[in-house]
């Protein structure tokens, strides 16, 4: 009898599709009433995908094409501390929920990043299995190199899009997942472009340690591959440049009873450090500064930014792995973020959220959703072809000056 309701039911749908095949398009004008009354949402509503992008699983969809693509790592079997974050990604998206095409304009950039220039895309999650390590890494390498190696939908030789040596290739903003995600993102970047990356790094640890630190006795390769030592390995394969790179809102506790993890000799000793305590004496623009003078704004050399959620103090951020107190503030990091918007960014991740540890009000994955939101911006922005100006551009002002530039002078009248 089971079989045979099967069988109906089989039957019923080929009928329906076999109906539905055969039925007249749709006149325009019905399809655009619906359209005027359904084609809207509300910032609860919808299917939760980053900023109500229209989901795609781009892995699959060989001819999906891009400027942005918004890319989850939901992996977090290389933590030392606290596991969650493979719960990142889902927690980001829900925390964007605010963020739609139609409510998105940033008033300190000019511009509307979902409304712009750029299509960005939520490209879905990486299927990384969470059983063996050495295969997580072989699948994140595969699909960064996979997702940033089309050619953006933007081309070189467009108005718009960024310059220099990401002219016509799409950015990655990846959502973590652990930090150690950042490994094989380095890797796909050093195919892509064929040089050493610059490093921008938010966080509250070093990330640089030498694997032996975890133990100097139970060592192998594998064991090497941690949130904690993946800068380590970058650079010893090459990865980093090591003369621009920079860590900044460190405050970690450092290994033994020297200051060695800091004055060590190996190639990863070339970061730049900004402790978090620095922000007292500097402000965040100081630090803006640092970092600028630090990077530099070279169009040839592209630049990673990577952020740790835990660069924010736990009061604000809970929500993480390896919390620290004496963070910044989530607005003075938002600031901070503000002012790096023409760095030659060429792909970036936020990771660390574990959404387990997070408080009622969910604000560690409100803080990640919108230092998401700032990245985007500013690679929007980065390639508008004019100069938006928006709050740290001083557009207004630069609108005043010129009127009082032609404006004609006391003397003249």
Not at 369 to 391: D, M, P, R
Request: hydrophobic share 40%; aromatic share 8%.
């Amino acid at each position: 009898m089971k079989f045979h309701l099967g069988l109906l039911a089989l039957a019923a749908t080929a009928y329906a599709h076999a109906h539905h095949d055969h039925d007249e398009a749709i006149p325009d004008h019905v399809r655009e009433e619906l359209l005027k009354k359904w084609d809207q949402e509300w910032s609860f509503s919808g299917i939760a995908s980053f900023a109500h992008l229209k989901p795609v699983k781009c892995l699959v969809e060989p001819d999906e094409r891009y400027d942005i693509a918004v890319i989850g790592a939901p992996f977090d079997t290389a933590v030392s501390y606290r596991p969650g974050a493979r719960f990142g990604p889902r927690a980001i998206r829900a925390a964007s929920a605010r963020q739609m095409a139609g409510t998105s304009y940033n008033t300190r950039a000019g511009i509307n990043p979902y409304s712009s220039w750029a299509t960005v895309k939520d490209c879905g999650d990486i299927p990384i299995t969470p059983f063996d390590n050495a295969l997580a890494e072989r699948q994140m390498y595969e699909a960064f190199l996979e997702l940033g190696s089309r050619r953006a939908l933007t081309a070189a030789d467009s108005q718009y899009g960024t310059k220099g040596i990401s002219a016509g290739k799409p950015k990655l903003v990846t959502l973590g997942g652990d930090h150690s995600v950042a490994l094989p993102a380095l890797r796909a970047l050093y195919q892509i472009y064929g040089k050493p990356i610059t490093v921008l790094h938010f966080d509250a640890h070093l990330d640089t340690w030498n694997p032996v630190r975890y133990s100097a006795y139970w060592t192998s390769e594998q064991a090497a591959f941690n949130h904690g030592s993946f800068f380590h390995k970058a650079s010893r394969e090459g990865l980093i440049c090591n003369s621009t790179s920079a860590h900044a809102g460190l405050r970690t506790r450092l290994t033994g009873t020297t200051d060695s993890d800091y004055t060590n000799p190996g190639p990863e000793q070339g970061f730049m450090r900004i402790h978090a305590d620095d922000i007292d004496d500097l402000g965040p623009m100081g630090v803006v500064d640092r970092i600028v003078e630090r990077i530099g704004l070279d169009p040839e050399q592209p630049v990673y930014l990577s952020v740790d959620i835990d660069v924010l103090d736990p009061a604000t951020a809970p929500g993480t792995g390896t919390p620290e107190p004496g963070g910044w503030t989530t607005r003075e990091f938002i600031r901070i973020m503000r002012g790096l918007e023409k760095l030659n960014v060429v792909g970036a991740d936020i990771v660390e959220v574990s959404p387990s540890y997070d408080n009622k009000g969910e604000t560690t994955a409100l803080a990640a959703a919108q230092v998401a939101f700032e990245i985007i911006t500013s690679l929007v922005k980065a390639g508008a072809g004019e100069e938006l100006g928006g709050w740290y551009g001083r557009k207004e002002n630069a609108a005043d000056e010129k009127v009082q530039e032609t404006a004609p002078k006391k003397d003249e009248l």
